[in-house]
C-alpha cells in the first residue's frame, strides 16, 4: 500500500471509528466546538495501569473497569494486594514483556514478566510482584482528579513497549525512523540519560517490523513531521517542559529538525531553533510561567524520576506534583479556557485485565499488531469536562494529538492521530463552566520549586 493510499485508509477507519462510537451512545453525533479551549496542557506521568493505579471505590461505584485480582499462567486467579507509590522493585516493560504477558490476548502472562529489586531487602521482590495495586492513600490527588472530571477506562499506549517509543507517539503520532517507513522504534536504548539526535554514535534502538519482529537497528536520531510543526505552521504557541535535554522522555530531542545537533564545549547538545524557542529544561518553570500569564497554548509537562510514579525510582511525589500543576491552572486566568490531560506512558509491567484491540485487520505500514499496547490511566481536567465520568470509548496516544488538532483547526500528521478518536466524549461544552476547587496535597507548590536536587533520569526507561 502506497502512502497516499495508506493516509486515506487510515481517514477513513478514523472515520468509521466515530461513526461507531456515536451509534453506540459513546459519542455525540454532531460533535461540539472545541472553540472555547484555548490552551491544551499535556501532563505525562510514568509506567502505571487503570488496575494497578486506580483502585478508587467512588470510580468503580461510577462503572470504571478496575479489576481487583487477575490470573496467572497457571490459571490460577491471583488478588491484587496493595504496595506503596514509592516501591522497591520494578518490573520488566520491554516489548518482550508485552508479549508475555498479552499471550496471545488471554491475558494470562504477567507473572512470566521479569522484576528487578532495587533493594537488598530479603522481602524484595513479594509474592506475585507483578499483580499490585497502588496503596489509595498515596495517590488521593489522583483520585480527587478523577472522581471530579472525566477518567477514561479505555485509554490504550500507541506502542507495545516502553517510555521512548512511547513518548514518540504522544508528540508525532509514531515512533517511525523516517516518513513513510514501516518500522518503529520498538525499545529503549541501553543508555536512557543519553539518547535522540545527541546520542553517542554507538547507540542504536531495536525497531519492529511489520511481522512483530525486532528484526533491526537504528541511531535514535529520525526525520518526521511531529505536532509541534503542525503548531508552529498555525504560529500556535508551544513548549516542551522537561528536567534533561537528552534522556528518553524528552521526545524533541529524536527528532533531528527539532535538535540539529552540535558539539559544544565538548558536548553534543541540540541547538536548533525550535529547541532553543521551545524546549525549556526545567519542568518546574511550568509554574512559573502559569503565574506571570506566559503559558503557551500548547505545552508538554514531564517530570523528573523522584516525580514521576515509575516503579522504584519515585519518591511518591508524583500525585501532588501533577495536582499542583492542575491547582496552578486552575486557580489562575487560564482555567476557564484550558484543558488538561494527563496520562502515564507505559502500563509499566503491572497486571491489568484489559485486553488490548486489534485496530487494523491487515498487516499494513502499522503493521500486525503493533498498534496498541496496554491500558494506561487518562484525567480529562476542564471546566467543560463532563463531571465524574466515566469514559468508555477506545482512545490512545494519537486521542490527545487528535484533540489538540482540532482545537487549533490543525491537520493530521496521518499516523496514530489520523485514526484516532477526539476525545469528544469527555466533554459537555454546553455547560456552564465550572469553577475550580483546590486539590489538596500532601506537598505544596513550593517544595517542586525550592527542590534543587539535581534532576533524576528514568535510570532504566
Not at 525550535?274 to 509537562?301: E, G, K, R, Y
Not at 479556557?337 to 499494513?364: E, K, M, R
Amino acid at each position: 500500500m502506497n502512502r497516499g493510499a495508506w493516509l486515506l485508509f487510515s481517514v477513513l477507519i478514523g472515520s468509521a471509528t466515530l461513526l461507531l462510537s456515536s451509534l453506540n451512545g459513546c459519542g455525540g453525533v454532531n460533535p461540539p466546538s472545541k472553540s472555547l479551549i484555548h490552551n491544551v496542557v499535556i501532563i505525562v506521568q510514568e509506567n502505571r495501569t487503570p488496575d494497578n493505579l486506580f483502585q478508587d471505590p467512588v470510580l468503580i461505584a461510577n462503572g470504571a473497569d478496575i479489576a481487583t485480582s487477575g490470573v496467572n499462567s497457571k490459571g490460577q486467579t491471583i488478588p491484587l494486594t496493595s504496595a506503596p507509590l514509592a516501591d522497591t522493585y520494578d518490573v520488566n516493560h520491554e516489548h518482550v514483556a508485552f508479549v508475555e504477558m498479552y499471550d496471545g490476548g488471554k491475558m494470562d502472562g504477567a507473572d512470566q514478566v521479569a522484576v528487578y529489586c532495587v533493594s537488598a531487602e530479603t522481602s524484595c521482590p513479594p509474592a506475585n510482584p507483578q499483580f499490585k495495586f497502588v496503596n489509595p492513600s498515596d495517590v488521593q490527588p489522583y483520585f480527587a482528579l478523577a472522581e471530579q472530571y472525566a477518567f477514561a477506562d479505555r485509554m490504550f499506549q500507541t506502542n507495545e513497549g516502553p517510555s521512548f517509543p512511547a513518548h514518540q507517539f504522544l508528540f508525532s503520532g509514531t515512533s517511525a525512523p523516517s516518513a513513510g517507513s514501516n518500522l518503529f522504534a520498538a525499545e529503549n536504548p541501553v543508555d536512557t540519560s543519553d539518547t535522540g539526535c545527541t546520542a553517542p554514535a554507538g547507540q542504536t534502538v531495536p525497531l519492529i517490523d511489520p511481522s512483530g519482529a525486532e528484526s533491526s537497528r537504528s541511531y535514535p536520531c529520525y526525520e518526521h513531521a511531529t505536532l509541534s510543526d503542525l503548531l508552529d505552521s498555525k504560529q500556535v504557541s508551544w513548549r516542551y517542559y522537561t528536567p534533561l535535554g537528552g534522556f528518553i522522555w524528552t521526545a524533541p530531542n529524536a527528532i533531528q529538525h527539532l535538535c540539529q545537533a552540535q558539539t559544544v564545549d565538548g558536548q553534543s547538545k541540540c541547538t536548533a531553533p525550535a529547541w532553543t524557542n521551545h524546549v525549556v529544561l526545567n519542568q518546574t518553570q511550568v509554574l512559573t510561567d502559569i503565574a506571570a500569564q506566559h503559558l503557551p497554548q500548547v505545552s508538554w509537562i514531564i517530570p523528573t524520576g523522584l516525580e514521576s510514579d515509575h516503579a522504584a525510582y519515585n519518591d511518591g511525589s508524583g500525585p501532588s506534583w501533577v495536582a499542583q500543576v492542575v491547582n496552578a491552572i486552575g486557580n489562575s486566568p487560564y482555567w476557564p479556557n484550558t484543558t488538561i490531560l494527563i496520562t502515564w506512558d507505559d502500563w509499566g509491567g503491572w497486571y491489568d485485565h484489559v485486553p488490548p484491540p486489534q485496530v487494523l485487520a491487515n498487516c499494513s505500514e502499522w503493521g500486525c499488531g503493533y498498534v496498541y499496547g496496554f491500558r494506561v490511566p487518562l484525567i480529562v481536567v476542564s471546566p467543560y469536562a463532563r463531571r465524574g465520568y466515566i469514559s468508555h470509548v477506545r482512545h490512545d496516544f494519537g486521542s490527545i494529538l487528535k484533540f489538540t488538532e482540532d482545537v487549533f483547526g490543525l491537520p493530521t500528521l496521518g499516523y496514530a492521530d489520523a485514526y484516532a478518536d477526539d476525545l469528544t466524549d469527555c466533554f459537555d461544552f454546553d455547560q456552564a463552566p465550572r469553577q475550580f476547587t483546590t486539590i489538596s496535597t500532601p506537598l505544596p507548590a513550593e517544595y517542586f520549586l525550592n527542590d534543587h536536587r539535581p534532576p533524576t533520569d528514568p535510570d532504566d526507561d
